[in-house]
C-alpha cells in the first residue's frame, strides 16, 4: 500500500497580519492596497488649512502695485508729450493731466494698466495656489439658478443710487478726484462712449471682481464667517480707489458684491452687477446736470426706485431663502 503523506494545514491568518496577495494584485498600483498606500502618503492640499493673510497681503500688494504702474504709464507719458517741462512744477503737471485725459490715448494710460495688474495678480495667485485655477477664482456658475443673477443684475443699480445720494447729503462737493473722473467721464461720453464703455465698466467689472471675490473672498469665506470675509474683501476693494470720499462711496457696492459671490458661490454673476453698475454710473453722469449733487426726484431716480427696488427685496429673500 502506498504511504499517505500528511500535508499541513495552512495556518490561519492572525489579527494584525498582512493577507497575501497575488501577482497581479502586487503589480496593479490601482489595487485598494495601493490606493491606501498613495493616500496615507501624499497630503490632499484641499485638507490643509488656507492662511487667509497671504490672500490678504496679495490683494493689497496688487493695489500698491496697481498705483505704482499707473504711475510709471503717466511719468513716461508725460515725458514723451512734453519732456521735462511737465515737471517744472504741480500746476503745470495738473494741467498736463488734465489736458491727457481727455485723449483716447490717456483714457487708455489712466485705466488700463492699473487695471491690468489686478487681473495679472489674481491670475498669477491663483496658478500658484494647490486648487484648480477656476476653483480658486470661483469661476464656475455656482449654486443658485441663472434668474437669480438676473435678479442682482437689475436690483444693482439701487444700491449705487443710494450710496451716491447718501454720499451727496455728507458733502458739499466732490472730491477734486471724484471731479477729475466726472470731467474726464463727460468728455469721452461724448467723443469715445464705446471705448468708455469698455475701459470703466467691462474692464474693472471683470479685472477687480477676479482679484476682490474671486480671489480674496473666496479665501476668507472658507476660514471666516461670511460676513466678516464679505465685510473684510468690501474694504479693501473700496481701499483701492485711493480717494477716501471715492472710497466711502463704493464700500456698498463693495458689500452687495460680495453678499451676491458668496451666496451664489461663483464670481461671474458679481462681474455682471459690477458692469451694470459701473455703466449707469456713465448714463447718470450723462443724463444729469453737472450742477445736481444733491437728493432730487429726477426721472432716472423715479425709475431706478420703480424698477430695482422689488429686485432688491427679491434678492434679500435669495439670499434668506434659497
Known amino acids: 500500500m502506498d504511504q499517505m503523506t500528511d500535508t499541513p494545514d495552512p495556518k490561519p491568518p492572525m489579527a494584525g497580519d498582512e493577507m497575501p496577495r497575488t501577482p497581479s494584485e502586487i503589480s496593479n498600483p490601482w489595487s485598494d492596497d495601493a490606493s491606501i498606500i498613495t493616500a496615507e502618503m501624499v497630503a490632499d492640499p484641499a485638507t490643509e488649512p488656507r492662511p487667509v493673510w497671504t490672500a490678504i497681503g496679495v490683494s493689497v500688494a496688487a493695489i500698491l502695485l496697481s498705483a505704482i504702474v499707473s504711475g510709471i504709464f503717466l511719468v513716461a507719458a508725460a515725458s514723451i508729450d512734453l519732456g521735462l517741462e511737465s515737471f517744472v512744477d504741480a500746476q503745470t503737471w495738473r494741467a498736463w493731466i488734465e489736458d491727457f485725459s481727455q485723449t483716447t490715448g490717456g483714457l487708455l494710460v489712466m485705466l488700463l494698466p492699473s487695471q491690468t495688474v489686478f487681473l495679472l495678480v489674481a491670475c498669477i495667485a491663483a496658478t500658484a495656489s494647490p486648487r484648480p485655477f477656476s476653483q480658486r477664482l470661483s469661476l464656475g456658475v455656482?449654486?443658485?439658478?441663472?434668474?437669480?443673477?438676473?435678479?442682482?443684475?437689475?436690483?444693482?443699480?439701487?444700491?449705487?443710487?443710494?450710496?451716491?445720494?447718501?454720499?451727496?447729503?455728507?458733502?458739499?462737493?466732490?472730491?477734486?478726484?471724484?471731479?477729475?473722473?466726472?470731467?474726464?467721464?463727460?468728455?469721452?461720453?461724448?467723443?469715445?462712449?464705446?471705448?468708455?464703455?469698455?475701459?470703466?465698466?467691462?474692464?474693472?467689472?471683470v479685472f477687480e471682481e477676479f482679484l476682490f471675490r474671486g480671489y480674496l473672498l473666496t479665501r476668507l469665506a472658507e476660514r471666516w464667517h461670511p460676513i466678516w470675509a464679505i465685510l473684510v474683501s468690501a474694504m479693501i476693494f473700496s481701499f483701492a480707489h485711493i480717494d477716501p470720499l471715492h472710497s466711502l462711496g463704493v464700500l456698498p457696492l463693495g458689500l452687495w458684491l460680495g453678499a451676491i459671490a458668496w451666496r451664489t458661490g461663483s464670481v461671474w454673476p458679481a462681474v455682471l452687477c459690477h458692469i451694470v453698475n459701473n455703466a449707469m454710473a456713465i448714463v447718470w453722469v450723462m443724463l444729469l446736470p453737472e450742477d445736481q449733487q444733491r437728493l432730487a426726484w429726477d426721472g432716472i431716480s423715479v425709475a431706478t426706485l420703480v424698477v430695482c427696488t422689488p429686485a432688491f427685496l427679491i434678492s434679500l429673500w435669495i439670499f434668506r431663502n434659497r
Open 142 to 205: 455656482g449654486v443658485l439658478p441663472l434668474w437669480t443673477w438676473v435678479i442682482f443684475v437689475v436690483a444693482t443699480p439701487l444700491v449705487g443710487w443710494v450710496a451716491s445720494q447718501i454720499l451727496s447729503l455728507m458733502v458739499d462737493e466732490l472730491s477734486e478726484n471724484l471731479k477729475f473722473i466726472e470731467t474726464m467721464m463727460r468728455w469721452h461720453i461724448r467723443q469715445s462712449l464705446p471705448l468708455l464703455f469698455v475701459l470703466l465698466a467691462v474692464v474693472p467689472g
